[in-house]
């Protein structure tokens, strides 16, 4: 199994000189310099050659990229046009607002989905599960963004109950008002992520206990005595535990990928609003450094899970 | 033929014509014949399905009759008009532009960007789930590593950023650089159905008779899981509307000027029209859900019609 593990790892290596390559190549592509906005506009043209020489953005592309990985180990991603403030704090002031917001969303889902997963399995067929299903069904198909914008309209504005902007409310001052209005502001779209993004666990679960239903040891424990309720609670659902626990890794990748859409409409000031507002001011430094980090932590999501998995499911071990 | 085979056998005309009409009977019916009985079997089904075609045929058309230009012209009389009124039947928004011309247009756009997305990014991961199934081996090893790079590139933030390098784009452009990340569902699904595939029988007896492996890939391996394509193809079709109104809705879908659901959505970002103008985004949030719906609805009566355990139309 750790032959498994390591492989995994060695194939990440590639994955990621060939993400940090393109990344590159598409801040490379995008319009204006690294000086734009931070010199003088009388400057004289030449002069601007002449730091554009001395900073090595004439030199060939591969020399640049290499300059940019080893700025990029010792954590100088440059500075941010709009702040003017190095790219590496600003997003460190904000990465934890999207985990938190992520890891809250990712709780509320898994509380939600395990006990109807086990539930729709064991009333197989019946009216729960049918219940269930529709509701998985209807959750998946809709657009998410859709769903928050009518969340916030519903929940946000027309009943008050939730606010509909930013991370804390101003008047926060000590430390338990602060954890306690942190908190509310992300309990709306956390609830809303968790409510219609169960899909997922929900039919894995649902399919998982169907299956043990008809399985030996089930009917070995039923033979035994063991109350249905036992069975369900240490057989059953301690067996679909594990994988389960294995879709977390893709979980926090989808989230991150909603996050852009869920702080846009809340105006939450996490990563993802932070990317759409650089995008219009076109903060090319943030932008790329987003980028570059999102794709570092879908790949460490997708591996958690193989890993997960690999340890759970001998089938799926990489030859 | 058939002359000869008279002559040579007992068997009278009126037999003959009456085997016939049994063997016919019973042959297996045709995959659109399936289909069209589990719909009829199934009324909200049904339902579905009339009120997409119905809805899609009614925009295309009616988006012929709007002078889009001049539709998108401000006309500060009619600014945030209440809906239900004579020439705003569902009222106007900050310009003064007519919400429900806007929705026709509007549908016409985001519709046509989801078949053509679909038609793109379904066509390059049906070749490619299908190349990398039936090849296996390295090929398959190499494609598979491919499409885990591209699954773990954050999409959304992709698309944005493409969209931003271009200089001019248009709703063509717009659909290719979505088809660039949305074909690795439809290729995983193609994938692991075409390596049961070719497993079977055919496929082996078919190579040994040196069939060329194209042919045997597009001409006998597809034919064969054409159902699982065509419920593919449904659901995708659901799910690409949601993501070119999702990103028109950040506002990095169509430009401002070409309305599409998701920029009406936009209209919701300001606090001001999300409560006192409601009918500048309710109706295009609303049309959304239920296209999404019924799309998915009718692509899960494909697949039951796919699945012979499952049917519910009974076949005569």
Redesign the interface.
């Known amino acids: 199994m750790w032959k498994t593990i390591l492989r995994r790892f060695l ?1 990440m290596i590639p ?1 990621v000189i ?2 940090s390559i ?1 990344v590159f190549l ?1 801040a490379k ?3 204006g310099d690294p000086f734009t906005g931070s010199i003088n506009p009388k400057a004289d043209p030449a002069q601007i050659k002449h730091l554009m020489r001395i900073n090595g953005l004439y030199d060939p592309w591969y020399q640049q990229y290499w300059n940019w990985v080893v700025h990029l180990f010792h954590g100088n991603l440059g500075n941010s046009y709009q702040y003017q403030e190095p790219v590496t704090r600003l997003i460190a002031g904000r990465a934890g607002n999207t985990l938190w917001l992520a890891l809250f969303t990712m709780i509320l889902t898994y509380a939600f989905a395990l006990p109807m997963g086990v539930y729709a399995g064991r009333h197989e067929g019946k009216l729960p599960d049918t219940i269930i299903r529709v509701y998985t ?2 959750t ?7 769903i928050l ?2 969340g ?2 519903i929940f946000g ?2 009943f008050g109950w939730f606010p ?1 902007t930013g991370s804390i409310s101003s008047d926060a001052s000590s430390w338990l008002s602060t954890i306690g209005s942190r908190f509310y502001h992300i309990l709306l779209p956390g609830l809303l992520g968790a409510l219609f993004g169960t899909v997922n666990i929900v039919q894995y679960l649902r399919s998982e206990v169907i299956d043990a239903k008809h399985s030996d040891y089930v009917r070995t424990a039923r033979s035994k005595g063991v109350p249905n309720k036992d069975i369900y609670r240490h057989h059953i659902f301690r067996n679909s535990l594990l994988p389960i626990a294995a879709f977390a890794g893709y979980s926090i990748t989808g989230l ?2 909603g996050s ?2 869920t702080e ?2 809340f105006s939450y000031p996490g990563m993802g609003l932070l ?2 507002n650089s ?2 001011y ?1 903060d090319y430094t943030v ?1 790329t450094a ?2 570059l980090i ?2 570092i932590l ?2 460490i999501g ?1 591996l958690l899970s193989d890993i997960i998995l690999s340890i759970v499911d001998p089938r799926i071990r990489i030859q | 033929m058939a002359e000869n085979f008279e002559q040579h056998s007992d068997v009278s005309a009126a037999d003959l014509a009456r085997l016939t009409q049994e063997a016919q009977a019973e042959a297996t019916p045709s995959t659109a014949k399936i289909i069209w009985s589990e719909f009829k079997a199934d009324k909200p089904a049904m339902a579905a399905l009339i009120i997409i075609v119905g809805f899609i045929v009614f925009v295309m058309i009616g988006a012929l009759f709007i002078n889009t230009p001049k539709m998108m012209e401000t006309n500060i009389m009619a600014y945030f008009n209440q809906p239900f009124t004579s020439d705003f039947w569902l009222g106007a928004d900050s310009g003064g532009r007519s919400v429900a011309k806007q929705l026709i247009v509007g549908s016409r756009n985001s519709i046509g960007i989801a078949i053509g997305l679909t038609a793109i990014s379904s066509t390059f991961g049906i070749c490619w789930g299908l190349i990398s199934g039936y090849f296996n081996g390295y090929i398959d090893w190499g494609m598979q590593r491919i499409y885990d790079f591209m699954m773990m590139l954050p999409m959304t933030m992709m698309i944005i950023v493409l969209v931003t390098i271009i200089p001019h784009y248009n709703s063509v452009t717009l659909t290719l650089i979505f088809s660039i990340f949305y074909w690795e569902g439809t290729s995983r699904l193609i994938r692991s159905r075409t390596l049961a595939e070719s497993e079977k029988d055919y496929v082996a007896a078919s190579r040994t008779s040196g069939t060329n492996h194209w042919k045997i890939i597009f001409r006998e391996i597809m034919p064969n899981i054409s159902s699982l394509i065509i419920v593919d193809c449904t659901l995708s079709f659901a799910e690409n509307i949601g993501v070119e109104t999702g990103l028109s809705y950040l506002g990095f879908g169509l430009p401002s000027q070409t309305p599409s659901l998701g920029t009406m959505i936009a209209n919701a970002n300001d606090p001001n029209n999300i409560t006192q103008y409601w009918w500048t985004w309710l109706p295009a949030a609303l049309e959304i859900i239920i296209l999404c719906l019924s799309i998915s609805y009718v692509g899960q009566v494909l697949r039951r019609s796919a699945d012979a355990s499952q049917r519910q139309g009974s076949i005569n």
């Open positions: 194939i994955e060939i993400l393109l598409l592509a995008m319009p069904y209807v998946y198909c809709i657009p998410f963004f859709v914008v009518l916030i309209w504005y027309v509909t991150l990928n852009i859409f846009t409409v990317f759409v995008i219009s076109r932008i987003l980028v999102y794709g879908n790949l997708t």
